[in-house]
């Protein structure tokens, strides 16, 4: 419940820190190990309901460009920090700002869907934090990685913030019921997760037997 309480907190987020503060956040999920547990996902789509309804005071498209940027350069600072030194994670205890589990979550989900995993993760929470991080351990191809990066974060950017955009535009008073829409965005980017552990789960409980 705490947690579903401070997702609400969005909005502020938005309208008190400012557009600068937004981007802030926005790189630091998308590559800094710490940031894993920043709503970006909520934040784009606020970002662009409150930009339909003019309480964000910025041209959407200045509003798109910028966070497809600082999308971009989070995944280049997270694959600068894996290249150079994400090893350590794997060695690194876990703490209030850290869980090994998230980097091995990573590597796997990496494993499964190769590069697409930079593209596919920009929509799930940890994953778009680490995935980057981790193809900077496994040292991927610059070139690649440069492709990759820029695809997925235009996608991420583009649905979610034009989304909220829209939907604001159609639905001027749909910012009244933003508790309900980020507890939908909240459950739907639950839901995965919580199939992949019962599968893995499932998948050793059938090795055991």
């Known amino acids: 419940m705490e947690h ?8 502020s987020i938005i309208s008190q820190g400012g557009f600068c503060f ?7 999920e998308t590559g800094l190990f710490f940031g894993f547990f920043l709503p970006g996902d909520y934040l784009l789509f606020t970002s662009g309901l409150l930009c339909a309804n003019g309480i964000l005071q910025i041209h959407i498209t200045t509003l798109v460009v910028s966070l497809i ?3 971009v ?3 280049y600072a997270g694959y600068l920090f894996g290249y150079r030194t994400g090893h350590i994670l794997f060695n690194k205890d876990d703490s209030l700002m850290f869980k090994r589990r998230y980097v091995v979550l990573a590597q796997e989900f990496y494993t499964k869907y190769g590069g697409m995993a930079l593209i596919l993760g920009r929509f799930f929470p940890i994953i778009r934090t680490f995935a980057p991080i981790f193809a900077g351990i496994v040292k991927v191809d610059l070139k690649k990685f440069t492709i990759y990066n820029i695809v997925g974060s235009v996608a991420w950017v583009i649905t979610l913030c ?4 829209f939907l604001g535009k159609r639905f001027p008073l ?4 933003l508790l309900y829409v980020i507890i939908g965005f909240f459950v739907i980017t639950t839901v995965p ?3 992949a552990f019962f599968q893995k789960k499932r998948i050793q409980h059938d090795k055991i037997n």
């Open 4 to 11: 579903l309480q401070n997702l609400t907190n969005v909005q």
């Open 22 to 28: 937004l981007l802030i956040i926005v790189f630091a």
């Open 174 to 177: 749909i910012k009244e019921y």
């Open 162 to 165: 034009l989304s909220g955009y």
């Open 73 to 75: 350069f989070g995944n």
């Open 193 to 195: 997760f919580i199939f």
């Open 69 to 71: 940027l600082a999308g």
